[in-house]
């Protein structure tokens, strides 16, 4: 009886040790994880971000991204952008690598942030002395109107963030 006992709390063990373990489901998420990859010309652009909904809610005032602060450019983890060899963004170098891509907005100025400590939780733990470069841009009208945050990149290298009745583009040559 012992033996049986002892099988059975070894067993709960392992099991509950291997739930604990397990990585969450991150496509239950209420804004949910989504990839774009394209080639353009040799390079491969990679970017990984989470998909926010608005759901009646108003841009900069009950959601991100607010004017003056620096947003994550997407929900959950910080967004990454990544290039496998060295690329002109807007004109400007960006070595080959993974970065955080983060945006500070003020008004229908963007500026796009690439940033070297991408492997964090949301703009919470942002350092701009981390930043390896940034470009700005400028947000036009979206339409049509995106209900969640999406992110493109065109055979071109014309990366482009809809959200809500915005489009801000960027070109990586």
């Known amino acids: 009886m012992k033996q049986l006992l002892s099988i059975c709390l070894a067993g709960l063990f392992i ?50 991204p607010m004017d003056g602060q620096v947003w994550r450019t997407g ?31 003020n008004g229908d100025g963007w500026t796009i942030i690439f940033n070297k400590t991408w492997n964090q939780w949301g703009a919470f733990n942002y350092k701009e002395a981390d930043d390896a470069l940034r470009v700005y841009a400028k947000a036009t009208r979206a339409d049509p109107f995106a209900e969640k945050f999406t992110i493109t990149v065109s055979e071109t290298g014309t990366v482009t963030l809809l959200w809500g009745d915005r489009k801000v583009e960027f070109g990586v040559k």
Do not use: H, W
């Open 15 to 64: 099991v509950t040790t291997m739930a604990c373990q397990a990585q969450p489901d991150k496509s239950n998420r209420p804004s949910p994880p989504a990839t774009v990859t394209q080639k353009v010309g040799e390079v491969t652009i990679s970017i990984n971000y989470s998909q926010p909904s608005i759901k009646g809610r108003t841009i900069g005032k009950d959601l991100e």
């Open 75 to 105: 929900a959950n983890e910080a967004t990454t952008f990544e290039v496998d060899k060295d690329v002109m963004v807007e004109g400007k170098a960006l070595p080959a690598g993974k970065y955080a891509l983060f945006t500070l907005v």
